[in-house]
């Protein structure tokens, strides 16, 4: 994805509008994980050494229309002033005079801040109405929020009609990882794909599976696929809407396929609940299978140590129950020793990362769930195909 970034043009003394993913967890009012605001840090640090001034956009959560104090940018604005050492003005809108005239007195280094996105009905809608009002406030745009680049929005489509358009560094990074996956993956190329329906992922698992090597099946989506082969799933979570569909990628991709071969079952869906090991054709009636047990994570184990890509969207088990997290794990664990370069698709593989405590031994992290399963499915994201052109 040859796109422009900050660092292709000249932003000394300018406005620059960016759009980031300030979409953070909340409590009482303050962040509970700034994940996000650190990831955008580095474009925001580079804009503001150039001696331009910043304003920021993003949306919070899903506001019911119009102004909501529950999905102020408040608390996240407040992080990001403690997180620069420097103060942050809050906007009351994103648009309208007041904000106007709040961003024509910006001096080179000053941020302002301005309120939720999502406070206007128009922003999902993609007005171009409210994208020229938006616009009007900077001389450039800046797009850093790769987790909303896969919804043409007024703050991220609708805005790249009026001004020129680049990408910022933690946009650069998503593409640039990403886009192996998809373009120019380095073989052997494992995937692994979790998560509890295939419906939900048909698009990526027939991407995947024209792209990679192998490609490890885990969660509620190895149940399916699992029937298909003629096995009793017993009480486990099966989609039977996507049994032929399995059916079909077996008989055309089944020596990619890595399936488990032995799983932890529970007598019922609950933390608590009465677990054992077993093979995958020997079920009980009445139990699930909840996790992939220890014979699966060897098999794992020998494919993942010749890998030299790998990339993971979605957990193989109910990895927030302790007793059915192993499995997770145990993936997460073996990426952390891997000499592959290791792409994690955000959402809840992101979470396992962070939980394992290997976040930082994975060469990147996506912050864009959505947005990442949409990229390996090989769409184009509305947010990245507006941007310049190297």
């Not at 509008?17 to 640090?45: C, E, S, Y």
């Not at 949306?59 to 608390?75: I, Q, T």
Request: glycine fraction near 8%; include cysteine.
């Amino acid at each position: 994805m040859n796109k422009k970034t900050v660092k292709d043009i000249d932003i000394k003394g300018k406005r620059v509008l960016m759009r980031v993913d300030f979409n953070v967890p909340m409590a009482d009012g303050k962040v509970t994980d700034d994940k996000r605001i650190k990831a955008a840090m580095p474009t925001i640090q580079y804009v503001l050494d150039q001696g331009a001034s910043l304003i920021l956009m993003s949306h919070l959560g899903r506001p019911k229309g119009g102004s909501d104090p529950e999905f102020s940018l408040r608390a996240a604005s407040e992080t990001l002033a403690s997180l620069l050492d420097r103060p942050v003005q809050m906007a009351s809108d994103c648009v309208g005079p007041e904000v106007e005239k709040l961003a024509k007195a910006m001096k080179p280094g000053d941020v302002l801040m301005l309120e939720n996105t999502r406070f206007h009905a128009g922003e999902e809608k993609n007005d171009l109405n409210l994208a020229k009002q938006m616009a009007a406030l900077g001389e450039v745009y800046v797009n850093d929020a790769f987790g909303s680049a896969h919804r043409a929005h007024s703050s991220t489509e609708g805005v790249t009609r009026y001004l020129p358009a680049v990408s910022g560094f933690l946009m650069e990074q998503e593409l640039e990882y990403l886009g192996r996956a998809i373009a120019n993956p380095e073989h052997p190329y494992i995937a692994i794909l979790g998560g509890a329906k295939i419906s939900d992922k048909i698009l990526v698992v027939e991407t995947l599976l024209s792209k990679c090597d192998q490609l490890i099946v885990g969660g509620g989506m190895a149940n399916t696929f699992l029937t298909a082969k003629g096995l009793n799933m017993q009480d486990s979570l099966v989609e039977l809407d996507s049994i032929e569909t399995a059916k079909s990628l077996i008989a055309k991709f089944n020596d990619k396929l890595i399936l488990p071969v032995d799983a932890v079952i529970a007598d019922k869906f609950d933390a608590e609940a009465n677990s054992q090991i077993v093979d995958v054709d020997k079920i009980p009636a009445g139990w699930r299978m909840l996790d992939v047990g220890p014979k699966t994570i060897e098999a794992y184990k020998t494919v993942l140590g010749t890998a030299r890509l790998v990339v993971w969207n979605g957990p193989v088990g109910v990895f927030e129950m302790p007793k059915f997290a192993e499995g997770t794990f145990a993936i997460a664990r073996l990426l952390a020793e891997s000499k592959a370069t290791t792409v994690i698709g955000g959402g809840d593989s992101a979470s396992a990362v962070k939980k394992a405590g290997v976040a930082k031994q994975m060469t990147h992290v996506s912050t864009g769930g959505g947005a990442s399963l949409e990229f390996l499915e090989g769409k184009v994201l509305p947010g990245v195909a507006a941007l310049l052109d190297k």
